[in-house]
């Protein structure tokens, strides 16, 4: 399929940038601010989303209630979407990402001439704490795992930022 026209994208872009933010936050994560916004500066690429990674814990409801529930540890890293007007932008984007470090981004090519760059990895972390209300692991290794998670973060950083060098390195001012 075709790219869309110059005037298509542009309106692709307009209708995503000015729609509400549907995180919970709401707002760009503040390690990621300088990257989204030197994407969404070029003509022909937006970000559809991002997240610059996050440790939390996952609870079933019932897990901090009646102490009935399971609960999981998690560390998931930066992902970003970015529509790009065509395949040669997308795999300028794909290229820089893979560079920074993050191999398991992809291009999807979608309906209408859509073309979008995720810019994800594998570096996770998913444990579980709890099983039906009990504890499945000691407080010792609660603290291994946040040491593990906070070490992945910063590794994580370090990655975003050799994703914003990369990019800007690779002229993605189309």
Not at 16 to 21: M, P
Not at 37 to 47: A, D, P, R, S, V
Not at 79 to 85: E, M
Not at 116 to 122: F, K, N, P
Request: charged fraction near 20%.
């Amino acid at each position: 399929m075709a790219a869309p026209s110059a005037a298509e994208f542009a309106r692709w872009k307009k209708q995503c940038l000015s729609a509400s933010d549907l995180s919970r936050k709401g707002s760009i994560d503040e390690p990621i601010v300088e990257l989204v916004n030197f994407i969404n500066g070029q003509e022909f690429l937006f970000t559809t989303s991002s997240c610059s990674g996050r440790i939390s814990v996952f609870a079933e409801l019932t897990a901090l209630c009646d102490h009935t529930g399971s609960a999981v540890f998690k560390f998931e890293p930066f992902v970003l979407h970015a529509q790009c007007r065509t395949t040669q932008d997308a795999r300028l984007m794909h290229q820089a990402a893979v560079q920074a470090g993050f191999r398991n981004s992809g291009i999807s090519l979608g309906n209408r001439g859509k073309v979008v760059v995720a810019i994800r990895s594998t570096h996770t972390l998913e444990a579980p704490l709890s099983d039906r209300g009990r504890m499945l692991v000691d407080e010792d290794y609660i603290r291994y795992l946040v040491t593990a998670a906070n070490s992945k973060l910063e590794e994580n950083e370090r990655k975003v930022q050799r994703c914003v060098m990369a990019t800007m390195v690779h002229g993605l001012s189309c």
